[in-house]
């Protein structure tokens, strides 16, 4: 499946979450997991000045980080500022919520979930793919 299609999916559960009670952990986390794959869609192939990465994992693979090697997650946040600036403080936000519903509180209050929704739209809204 495209990175593109798998953002789509993963909009389409979260849209259906955000009609439910009690699953704003899950809204937040599918937001975040759309964004994911709308933005690696967006920045490959990916070029950086040395070499040419046709996805993302051939850029986590071969690029030499400087120091000890980031999780994917912070490499994306790193790409987004980078590659992207426009929604890079919206996809920040989708993965510190994500993380933080999904790792710390489930307990995510509603006004999060929507705030998630609408740093979503941002994210797409800056995609020329």
Known sequence: ????????????????????????????TTAFYSAL?????????????????????SYYNGHRFIGKKPNRHLVTVDLVRDN?????????????????ARYHNYKIPESISNSSLKHLETVKESLVK
């Open 37 to 57: 794959h709308y933005v690696q869609h967006e920045i490959f192939p990916h070029n950086d000045g040395y070499r040419e990465y046709p996805n993302f994992e």
């Open 1 to 28: 499946m495209s990175k593109k299609l798998h953002a789509q999916h993963n909009e389409k559960v979260c849209e259906i979450l955000s009609k439910l009670d009690g699953c704003n952990d899950w809204v937040v």
């Open 84 to 100: 992207l600036p426009e929604c890079g403080k919206s996809y920040k936000f989708l993965y510190q919520t994500c993380m933080t």
